[in-house]
């Protein structure tokens, strides 16, 4: 999810999005800057914070086959977005290797989100083919993330899988954190190791209550915590590059300060999802209601051209605001009140904080 926004160019965001509604209302919509395939639902690990209850593999995945006909073909189409590769673990599909050589036959540029642990089976890959962007996650300190992850190891596979793809050749390696009530006050912990390792930056995502996320509330970080992140980002800055990733949304003028370029949610506008059986989504949702259509029935460059308008018009104002991540405020929360306040000053208390939902309440409160 983080790496969508990261992939596209993001200055003049206004501008931006009035030109999308121009082209729009004149009948015209542009080809898409990045297109996630969520390869597999596939996944050797069990973190509580899975947007797609990753584990199994799910009935029905697209074939090798179909990714290569239907997605990969599909974005030459539209002008050779990014292909970013997501799971479970991507990994974990025997066809991966192939699926990617086709991806690069076609010269449609690549990027993949992996906790690690597979890269070095597959290395040779990565350095025929060498992706943008690989982001590695990284959850916290070795005891804490191997815990969280609930593998022996999986830390220093992490690191590990970053030497080898910074050496293989990839254009950027990025340390993924994603922000949870457990990690939340350890990433200054992390941050010598982050600075050691072959990373190229850390990108600080936040933890979305979808998929099992969604049944584990008690995993949300507090209105308190997230302000402390925030502060901590803009800290880190000075010394190596640090962003809060989309899910965080907009800080406004000061947007600067926690990001290289200004924030816009591209769900549905720059960006979208193919899930692990064909929906097209506008994000990482696990919600078939969002589904715009499925690759197997229409071409997803149809789907793209004639699908989303609820985030291209103003009628629905949830979905077509780009100044927040949509992922989030679908399920009432937002990040705007981590941005309000001098990230040098005093701690705020929680009675300063506006909780964005009964469900952030619920977890304010027992914290």
């Not at 997605?71 to 002008?79: T, W």
């Not at 970053?162 to 912990?189: S, Y």
């Not at 964005?356 to 304010?364: F, I, K, V």
Request: aromatic share 8%.
């Amino acid at each position: 999810m983080g790496l969508l926004h990261r992939l596209f160019t993001r200055d003049h965001v206004s501008a931006r999005h009035k030109a999308a509604r121009l082209l729009r209302g004149l009948g015209f919509v542009s080809p898409p800057e990045a297109v996630q395939w969520i390869a597999t639902s596939m996944c050797d690990l069990h973190c509580p914070h899975c947007y797609s209850h990753a584990g199994a593999k799910q009935p029905g995945e697209l074939t090798k086959e179909e990714a290569c006909r239907l997605i990969v073909d599909e974005l030459v189409k539209l002008q050779r977005p990014t292909f970013v590769v997501a799971g479970g673990e991507a990994l974990l599909r025997r066809d991966f290797e192939a699926v990617i050589r086709y991806a690069h036959q076609r010269r449609v540029p690549w990027a993949l989100h992996s906790h690690g642990g597979w890269i070095e089976r597959e290395i040779g890959v990565f350095r025929e083919c060498p992706p943008l962007m690989v982001a590695v996650s990284l959850d916290g300190p070795r005891e804490f993330h191997d815990r969280f992850r609930g593998q022996a190891g999986s830390f220093d596979a992490a690191l590990r899988a970053m030497k080898l793809l910074k050496d293989a050749g990839c254009g950027e390696v990025v340390a993924g954190t994603t922000i949870t009530r457990g990690n939340a006050d350890l990433l200054a912990d992390m941050a010598s190791v982050v600075m050691r390792s072959a990373a190229d930056s850390w990108g600080l995502h936040l933890v979305t209550p979808e998929g099992r996320a969604g049944d584990h509330a008690e995993i949300l970080p507090t209105a308190v915590q997230l302000r402390r992140v925030a502060a901590f980002a803009r800290r880190m800055r000075s010394v190596m590059r640090v962003e809060l990733d989309n899910e965080w949304g907009s800080a406004g003028d000061d947007d600067c300060f926690y990001r290289n370029d200004a924030f816009m949610c591209g769900a549905g506008r720059f960006s979208c999802v193919v899930s692990a059986t064909g929906e097209v989504m506008p994000c990482t949702t696990t919600d078939p209601g969002e589904s715009q259509g499925n690759v197997r029935q229409a071409p997803l460059s149809r789907i793209w051209a004639d699908g989303f308008a609820a985030f291209r018009t103003r009628a629905d104002p949830l979905r077509s605001d780009p100044y927040d991540c949509w992922l989030q405020t679908r399920n009432g929360r937002s990040c705007r009140s981590s941005f309000a306040f001098d990230p040098f000053g005093e701690t705020a208390t929680l009675d300063t904080l506006r909780p964005p939902s009964p469900l952030y309440e619920l977890t304010t409160q027992q914290n």
